[in-house]
């Protein structure tokens, strides 16, 4: 059976979903090593996996950003990124663009040479590859290695027409369509970096790689074998790439996503939901949790406008929102607010949802039939919450224009039953997973069979 190489960047959202499928390829009999910096090394031992130390990054992120230890002036720039958030998408967005080179093709040949000595040492038939590690993308066409490409975000990040670009929402929810000048500024700061990166790409294969093809556009380089989307096929999305298979998973929960709460979070589950009460789950995810007057407004307004209890998890941030002037007066037996929550074990349990638009929020949503509130502030966001919204699953408002009535009336007609698309796509993407796509890898890689 085949050995595949799991390349993960360094941030937990990637790591845990490639961690799960690299599971999945070893229970189907593959031979399964991750390859990441040495904080993931746990992870890949809990997951039955081989560990061997990779850096495709400068850039990190072990669970919540703000306590991430990074050089400074990596977290220089997750500072400045938190404060656009303050400013609205398009500034936003346009500071992921400004910061795209430093954060995704940092150390391009020292990448390509690392990878080289970990192709000599573990001899893989094939490696599977996070598509945002770009420097990876790169070094594995060099050297001409056979790859899978896993997509971890929203589909859009390859893309597939000559007028798509990373960096640009392909769609936006209603609430937050931006003004023509500011997608026109969008616009060409993406296309900007669609061809830097782009001349950066094929200088690096003209220097190290002159006998293999050069690569074409920067973002869209990808497997010609097989895309791994974690992500539903949903009949609107824009194309795939031509040539590899495009395989939706629909989602990547490990244990077909009903793992147990531990007894702790029994307790807490058992003090909130006393006298049947709901509860609402607010996370915005390992970056975003620093926006604490986001998560403030939110939590006062389901607890002012609804019979629901609430669970926050609250990164760094935990004391910021318990003193918050709207929270300071609530009642403990309807809020609990935590660094980090086993978000995937208490799904199951949770009447709705709000969440940033993340993609394992959005997909470990579905899959458990929850309807969500976004509130999306960078990165694909905007185009998984016009997704959600289109998709009958959630609701979608400016977090920056939030108040607690406008979230408390929104998480209310989720409780009443509003966005009830969730319960039959829940249905059609829960066979999909994991197990599905590792078989499904395993029958187009070569090496595999």
Avoid at 252 to 265: E, I, Q
Wanted: aromatic residues 6%; hydrophobic residues 45%; charged residues 15%.
């Amino acid at each position: 059976m085949a050995r595949v190489a799991v390349i993960s960047p360094p941030f937990h959202s990637h790591a845990r979903p490639l961690a799960v499928l690299g599971a999945a390829l070893a229970n189907h009999g593959a031979r399964v090593d991750f390859a990441c910096t040495r904080a993931f090394e746990d992870l890949a031992t809990r997951s039955g996996l081989g560990f061997t130390e990779l850096a495709v990054t400068r850039n990190a992120n072990h669970g919540i950003a703000e306590t991430t230890h990074q050089d400074h002036a990596e977290t220089r720039r997750l500072r400045e990124f938190l404060n656009a958030t303050f400013l609205g998408p398009t500034a936003t967005l346009l500071t992921q663009a400004r910061h795209r080179g430093d954060d995704m093709l940092a150390e391009p040949e020292r990448v390509l040479r690392d990878l080289a000595a970990l192709d000599a040492q573990l001899r893989p038939d094939w490696y599977l590859v996070d598509q945002l590690s770009y420097s990876a993308t790169l070094a594995l066409h060099c050297l001409g290695l056979p790859y899978a490409t896993f997509c971890p975000g929203h589909p859009s990040y390859l893309p597939a027409a000559p007028d798509a670009y990373f960096g640009l929402p392909y769609a936006w929810p209603d609430t937050l369509q931006p003004a023509p000048a500011d997608l026109d500024r969008l616009r060409a700061a993406v296309a900007a970096n669609d061809a830097a990166f782009t001349a950066a790409f094929r200088a690096i294969a003209r220097r190290h790689a002159p006998g293999r093809p050069e690569p074409g556009r920067a973002f869209a380089l990808c497997s010609p074998h097989a895309v791994v989307f974690n992500y539903p096929c949903l009949p609107w999305l824009p194309p795939a790439p031509s040539g590899p298979k495009a395989l939706y998973a629909g989602h990547l929960l490990p244990h077909s996503g009903t793992a147990a709460v531990d007894m702790t979070w029994q307790a807490v589950l058992a003090r909130l939901t006393a006298g049947r009460r709901s509860v609402v789950l607010v996370a915005l995810g390992t970056f975003l949790s620093a926006r604490h007057d986001v998560l403030a407004n939110v939590t006062s307004g389901i607890l002012r406008h609804t019979p629901a209890s609430v669970i926050v998890a609250a990164g760094n941030r935990v004391s910021d929102v318990t003193n918050h002037p709207l929270l300071r007066e609530a009642a403990p037996e309807r809020l609990h607010v935590a660094q980090v929550i086993p978000q995937q074990e208490l799904l199951p349990h949770a009447a709705a949802m709000v969440h940033h638009g993340g993609n394992n929020s959005f997909t470990e949503s579905l899959y458990a039939g929850v309807p969500v509130l976004v509130l999306p502030f960078s990165s694909d966001q905007f185009a998984i919450a016009h997704d959600a919204e289109r998709a009958d699953v959630g609701r979608c408002l400016d977090p920056n224009t939030l108040s607690p009535e406008s979230a408390g009336s929104a998480v209310a007609d989720l409780l009443a039953g509003a966005a009830n698309g969730a319960a039959g796509l829940s249905k059609r993407i829960r066979p999909r997973g994991p197990d599905w796509a590792a078989a499904a890898l395993l029958t187009q890689m070569p090496g595999s069979l």
